[in-house]
C-alpha cells in the first residue's frame, strides 16, 4: 500500500482525508476549489476545510523539503511569506521526480494574483503602488537576510493595504537565507527579479494577442509595445532609494542627537522596526557616526496587535493606531489608563463598526479593509465640511457612495 509521510503544524487539518496516492492534477472538483494563480513551474491545488483553505504544490521531494524548511525560517523571522503548513513525502516514488514531494501553506485571505489586479482598474490606475509594494517586499527579504533567487510577479500576492498594496512571496523554492547578503547577492537578486518581470509582462501581451476578439474587452489586453518590459528595472530603481534609507550612515553633531531619534521615527513610520543603533565617536571633530540595524517590515501591525489583539496588515494597522489614539486622547495618563482605553475602543468602536461593515460589505469582503477605507472617508468629509464628523453621519454616507475606498495615486 502507497503510505505517505506527513508532517504537520499544530492547529491545522491532517490532510489524511487527501488522496496521496494519487497525483494532485488527478484529485476531483469536489474536493478541491479554482482559484487565481500566476503562471507557476509544479502542479498547485486549492482544498477548503472548515475555517481555511490551503494550497498544496508537488515537487521533488528535495525541493520540497528545501521550501518548507525556508518559509518556516522566513516565519520565525516575520517576513512577508505566506504560512507553512506542512510537507508530504511518497516514499513510493522516485525523490527526484514531480511528486515525490508537497508542500503545504495555508492560503492567503483576501489576496489577488498580479493578474486580477491589472485586469480590475487597469494597469496605470494601480501601477506606482504594485511597483513600490514590491520594492518594499525585496527590501524587507534582503534586510532579513534572504536571497530570493526567483522574483517574479508569478511568485507574490497582492492585498489591499489601506492606501497602497501589499505583496508576499509565496514561492521559497530557491531561497537562501544568511546572517546578511552581500552587495553583490543583492544585485544578482535584481537582476533576476528584472529578467522574471520582463517575462512576465511579455506573457501577458502574447495571451492577449492570442485571445478571440470577442474576448479583449473582458481581459486585459496589451500589445508587446504595451506591456512595459522595463518594469522590473523601474522596481530596481525604487528599490534603491529604499535601500539607501534603510542603509546608510550618517553623521552628526554631539549636540544633534535628535537627529538619530528622528531617523528611527522615519523608518518606523515606512513600517520597518529598528533593532539596534550602532554609534562611533571617532572622528576628529568629535561627531557622532551612526547606523541603524532595521529589522522587519512590521512596526504598526505588531503594535496594534501587542495593544488591542488586532491582526491587521501593515497600511491598515497605522490608520487604525491613529483612530485608537484619536478616541483615547486624554484618557491615557497611566499605563493601565492606556489599556483600559483601548480595551473600550475595541468593544465600543471598532467591533461594532466591523459588524456594520460586514453586514453591507458581504461576507468576500475584507472588513479590515473596509474599516481603513471608512476612516479615510470620514477624514475627507471632515476636511470637506471644515469640522468633526462622527462615525453615524459618515457611515451613512459611505454606504450611499457605494463603500468608496482610497483615491488611486
Known sequence: MDTPRLSIRAGHPDFLDLDWSSRIEDWTNERTVDLPTGIHRHPIVFVPYRRDIYAIKELSLRTARHEYAMLRKLRELQASAVEPVGVVERPWLDPHAEGAGAVITRYLDYSVSYRELLEGDGFGSRRNQMLNAFANLLAELHVLGCFWGDASLSNVLYRFDAEALQVTMVDAETVDIHDELTDGQRHHDLEIMIE???????????????????????????TLDEADLSLGEDIAARYHDLWDELTRSEV???????????????????????????????????SLRFRLKVGGRRFHSSRLRDITGIDATEGQARVILDDLHYHARDKTATPSERAM?????????????????????????????????????????ATETQRDVDSDEAFERWV????PGYPLT
Do not use: C
Open 196 to 222: 522574471n518581470v520582463a517575462a512576465g509582462m511579455a506573457d501577458i501581451a502574447a495571451r492577449s494577442e492570442d485571445l478571440p476578439e470577442w474576448a479583449k474587452p473582458m481581459a486585459m489586453s496589451l
Open 400 to 403: 450611499a457612495m457605494g463603500l
Open 252 to 286: 552628526v553633531d554631539r549636540n544633534e542627537r535628535y537627529l538619530i531619534s528622528a531617523r528611527i521615527r522615519r523608518l518606523n513610520e515606512l513600517g520597518y522596526e529598528v533593532d539596534d543603533v550602532e554609534i562611533s565617536s571617532g572622528d576628529p571633530d568629535g
Open 341 to 381: 482605553a483601548a480595551v473600550r475602543w475595541r468593544t465600543e468602536v471598532f467591533e461594532p463598526l466591523l459588524e456594520r461593515i460586514r453586514h453591507v460589505a458581504g461576507a468576500t469582503a475584507n472588513p479590515i479593509q473596509g474599516y481603513a477605507d471608512f476612516l479615510n472617508h470620514r477624514y475627507l468629509m
